[in-house]
């Protein structure tokens, strides 16, 4: 905070860090904070997005940026006409991808953009079934067209079939063309993406605004736990582990399944007996979509998969058949959160009068209709169509390699999207020319120089937020989602009272639990979290699951209400608090602490050992 202003340092005020002084050219000029455009950046509120990006973007992987905050600004803005706010601005500053919400606050434009959208959002409401179903064809349908593309090395000559067949166009040109159908197939899935999403957010917050208002003490748990007990595909990936981890058992494989070794060293000790040979039948099975699966939310090139990466599910296979052998029930206690659900509804609603009983009742089935695409739908795009986005550009970078223009598949991952259609265009004329490409020395220096200003970035961080707060953080999306609250800003700004000794927070998962921390920097860790701990990180990620069957409570830096961590804590029966904004750097593994989720206040009883 300025020292003068209740305020957060401008994007101009703020240096490049040391040895990325140039950073600014690797991006598109629209994303980066320029000189022309202070006046407006200085009057916003920008607050990081390490949701979905927790580390500095190379600059081909700021084309997420692009596409994420175009499909949400189209949807909000133009299609559905949301009447409160606007799309989400976006900058990229030191590496790092920010945000702010654009409002609406003029009250006649506000109704007139209410009358909009209720004509607009009430026609999907009312064909919800019919119209999402359509959504899952259309992303289905641009994932396995993305999965078409290829990028073959150009040989000596094109295909005698080019004369043959008269096509009278090289091969070629299939880069070219093949580079943009990627990009637009992207670009046209985040749009589908946020067709279903804002609409999935405001059919709840309808809902949340009218218990708030009909019943002035209720807590935004109780009304969240009022659409628990969903039965959505994103609980299918960890389903499948359970479901090997059962067979397992039955196979008697426990012991080959958890023995500590790599996961490919497994396979092969399974290999060798007819049950080991039948259980890796069904892996196989398993796979294909279900382990399509980032190990975080798939926004950047580095990220693997359950697939790339095996080990990954082999460790929640390996707890989960422990667990079971040992006579434990590692289901979701889904009967039980509708069972709590139904007997919360049911109290609540005996309080209002008929005409409110009728309104409640079409609200609560709106938000339950509408409630699972916005955990659904990850797995549609953040995981399944990034999963093929990013083989086919590393693809792309093989393609680079095999033409002599790059040393290494991961240098295409420096040049922005835009560049590299030039690079594409430039090795693609002069092979047809019969010269060398170019560009290959420029580039060459360009990609070392870029390896080093993003090694600096990535080892700066990220601050919390730039520019100047509202007095009150209003906008839905920020609080329900990223967890951005009054509150958490005030401590960002350091003006808020702080008790050394907790952690506040929003709540997530009811109930309250006692025990040790175990506090996890990257998904890497989460084989490292025992039966019993707290799980302390910065965000989670759907494909933490396994370590939510295991973990007894969960604290978060990041996160709202409606974040994913919030949800599936309420579907695991898991006490949460999320959004906290420091929880990794003030809590240690081994700490004890109580974690209340029905009040979003983290207590620490003991130090680490």
Partial sequence: ?????????????????????????????????????????????????????????????????????LGAGQNSTRIFVLPTSLGLDVRVMNGYVYIRPIAVTDPEEIGRRAELFQERAGYYYANWDELYAKWKTKVTDAVERMRTIAFPPLGELDPIEVVTEARGVSTSWDIIANYHRLIDDFFVIWQHHFEFLNLGYGGYIVFFQFCKQAFPQISDQ????????????????????????????????????????DAGETFAVLEGTDTGRRWLAEYETSKNPWFDYFAEYGFTNDQETWISDPNIPMQGISRYAQRIANGEDVSRPIERLRSERDQLVSEYRDLLSPAEQAQFD???????????????????????????????????????????????????????????????ADVVQSWAIGVPARGKQRWAALIEERKGMVAALLAQGAPPAYGVPPVEVTDPFAVMNYGVTTERVEDWLGSAESDGSALS????????????????????????????????????????????????????????????????????????VVGTGFATARLKTGQRVRVDGDTGVVTILEEAS
């Fill in 505 to 576: 927070g929003i709540p997530g998962g009811p109930g309250v639990y006692e025990g040790p921390v175990r506090v996890l920097k990257t998904e890497k860790d989460v084989a490292t979290i025992q039966p019993g701990e707290v799980l302390v990180a910065a965000i989670t990620a759907p494909s933490w699951a396994a370590a939510f069957s295991v973990a007894a409570a969960v604290v978060t830096d990041i996160g709202g209400m409606m974040s994913h961590a919030s949800i599936v804590c309420r579907e695991y029966g898991i006490p949460a």
């Fill in 362 to 424: 079409e609200l609560l089935g709106l938000s339950r209709t509408v409630f699972p695409f916005i955990e659904e739908h990850n797995i549609y795009v953040e995981h399944w169509a990034h999963s093929v986005f990013w083989e086919k550009a590393k693809e792309l970078g093989d393609f680079l390699v095999a033409a002599g223009f790059t040393d290494a598949r991961d240098d295409m991952f420096y040049m922005n999207r835009f560049e590299l259609d030039e690079v594409l």
């Fill in 222 to 261: 109780e009304i969240a736990r009022m659409v628990a007990g969903v039965d959505v595909v994103a609980f299918r990936p960890d389903e499948e582990l359970r479901r090997l981890a059962a067979l397992a058992v039955e196979l008697d494989l426990v012991g080959e399944v958890s023995d500590a070794r």
């Fill in 1 to 69: 905070m300025t020292e003068n202003e209740r305020r957060f340092p401008f994007f101009h005020e703020v240096p490049a860090p040391e040895g990325a002084e140039n950073w600014k050219s690797m991006y598109p000029y629209y994303l980066v904070p320029g000189a022309e455009r202070r006046e407006e950046e200085d009057s916003g509120f920008w607050f990081a997005d390490t949701m979905h990006w927790s580390r500095g973007v190379h600059p081909f992987d700021s084309i997420g940026a692009e596409a994420v905050y």
